[in-house]
């Protein structure tokens, strides 16, 4: 059975930095694009960003553009994203989930399977 597990999750002063992990379990990432979500109180799962089975494309959401960078070590069966310059908007359980090998242009949610548990981050002075 796939199983994601994220971890890295933090409280985090404006303007930080933190490093959130997606990890697999029971299968190879190396056949799955991973896409990264978010989901604060009271709002919809947003998707935040994307990366090809082979790391060779990556999409990002216009909110985070700049700012976040998605990874991946295929040899660790991990997937990872940069958080940089954190806002408090960024505030929210983050959550990752799989896909076949390719991203597609949005970040859609129903596209997506296998989800993690969720790691919370925590933006605030």
């Known amino acids: 059975q796939l199983q994601l597990v994220e971890s890295g999750g933090d409280l985090v002063q404006p303007g930080g930095s933190l490093r959130l992990s997606c990890a697999a379990s029971?299968?190879?990432?190396?056949?799955?694009?991973i896409g990264w979500f978010r989901q604060a109180p009271g709002k919809e799962r947003e998707g935040v960003s994307c990366?090809?089975?082979?790391?060779?494309?990556?999409n990002y959401a216009d909110s985070v553009k700049g700012r976040f960078t998605i990874s991946r070590d295929n040899a660790k069966n991990t997937v990872y994203l940069q958080m940089n310059s954190l806002k408090p908007e960024d505030t929210g359980v983050y959550y990752c989930?799989?896909?076949?090998?390719?991203?597609?242009?949005?970040?859609?949610?129903?596209?997506?399977?296998?989800w993690g548990q969720g790691t919370q981050v925590t933006v605030s002075s």
């Open positions: 029971g299968f190879t990432l190396d056949y799955y694009a």
């Open positions: 990366i090809s089975s082979s790391g060779g494309s990556t």
């Open positions: 989930a799989a896909r076949g090998r390719k991203c597609s242009s949005l970040i859609i949610r129903a596209d997506f399977g296998s």
